[in-house]
């Protein structure tokens, strides 16, 4: 059974870092892409950008110069850094398995991040 | 990036009901579409992938056809557990967009 659990901070202040894990059970990391993907509070999914086992990226340009993606194939999981985080970067920041790159079918629990000063 | 326009973005309908999404792209994406299902407070649900195949679990009355731009999404036989809202997202190419949402209520 596939599992997806991710973990990080929930209130961060103008200016700082965010910082979120996603760790993958019941899965060899090694067969998919693996996911960022955000949705404000009452708005939709913006996608974030992705990851493979070995390290390649595809960001969202509107996020590019802000996002950091890595991979630690030895624990199974992968994290996401966002830099200067405002508060139009609020939202629900969800980790999710690209089945085949393309088809987000397994997906984490989400955490709710707020920037708030 | 490509824009991928949902209508409506709310609707209402009652059990039984034949209800249909449409999604619009920007520009030609092939058969490279997804339809994911959201509930309140819980991450979305792949329920169609390549614009027309059933993920596996899910019933059939959740049907995806179209290719190219214009893009439809049917739930045949309307259930009170279908009450979500519905995102198009495609993934012909960088960035994947998603459509604004629909949401549906009975």
């Known amino acids: 059974q596939v599992e997806l659990q991710q973990w990080g901070a929930g209130l961060l202040k103008p200016s700082e870092t965010l910082s979120l894990t996603c760790v993958v059970h019941g899965e060899s990391f090694n067969n998919h892409n693996w996911t960022w993907i955000r949705q404000p509070p009452g708005k939709g999914l913006e996608w974030i950008g992705e990851i493979n086992h070995s390290g390649s990226t595809n960001y969202n340009p509107s996020l590019k110069s802000r996002v950091t993606m890595s991979v630690d194939t030895s624990k199974n999981q992968f994290s996401l850094t966002l830099i200067s985080m405002t508060a139009a970067d609020t939202a629900v920041y969800y980790c999710a398995r690209g089945r085949g790159v393309v088809v987000y079918d397994y997906w984490g629990q989400g955490n709710l991040v707020t920037v708030s000063s | 990036d490509i824009q991928m326009t949902q209508s409506p973005s709310s609707l209402s309908a009652s059990v039984g009901d034949r209800v249909t999404i449409t999604c619009q792209a920007s520009?030609?994406?092939?058969?490279?579409l997804n339809w994911y299902q959201q509930k309140p407070g819980k991450a979305p649900k792949v329920l169609i992938y390549?614009?027309?195949s059933l993920e596996a679990g899910v019933p059939a009355r959740f049907r995806g056809s179209g290719a190219g731009t214009h893009f439809t999404f049917t739930i045949t036989f309307l259930q009170p557990e279908d009450v979500a809202t519905y995102y198009c997202?495609?993934?012909?190419?960088?960035?994947?967009?998603f459509g604004q949402g629909t949401k549906l209520e009975i």
């Open positions: 997202q495609q993934y012909d190419s960088f960035p994947r967009t």
């Open positions: 390549d614009a027309s």
């Open positions: 520009q030609d994406i092939s058969n490279s």
